[in-house]
């Protein structure tokens, strides 16, 4: 059964940093794309970083220099170090894997509050 459990989340003052982290199970992690994505109240589900299965990144405009994806294939956890955090990242983080567009999955967010 495929699992994703995010962890890490938490409250945290502006300027402050988190490590988000991802532990997958029931899949082929080294084949899979995952991806960050977060909701906060009201919006819409953004993508906010993106790490191939060859280790390829890219980032949200938003949270470029500040964020930084990376994955460990031998422990099947995918991370996000989140860094110089805004107000404005509040939200619950999704992981997400990917072997193709019509093959996904999703794990059940973990929320994280950047609050003074």
């Known amino acids: 059964q495929v699992q994703l459990v995010e962890s890490g989340g938490g409250f945290v003052q502006p300027g402050g940093s988190l490590r988000l982290s991802c532990a997958a199970s029931?899949?082929?992690?080294?084949?899979?794309?995952m991806g960050w994505y977060r909701q906060a109240p009201g919006k819409q589900r953004e993508l906010v970083a993106a790490?191939?299965?060859?280790?390829?990144?890219n980032y949200a405009d938003s949270v470029k220099g500040r964020f930084t994806i990376s994955r460990d294939n031998a422990k099947n956890t995918v991370y996000l170090q989140m860094n110089s955090l805004k107000p404005e990242d509040t939200a619950v983080y999704y992981c997400?894997?990917?072997?193709?567009?019509?093959?996904?999955?999703w794990g059940q967010g973990t929320q994280v509050t950047v609050s003074s």
């Open positions: 790490i191939t299965s060859v280790s390829s990144t």
């Open positions: 029931g899949i082929i992690f080294r084949l899979h794309n």
């Open positions: 997400n894997a990917r072997l193709k567009p019509w093959a996904e999955y």
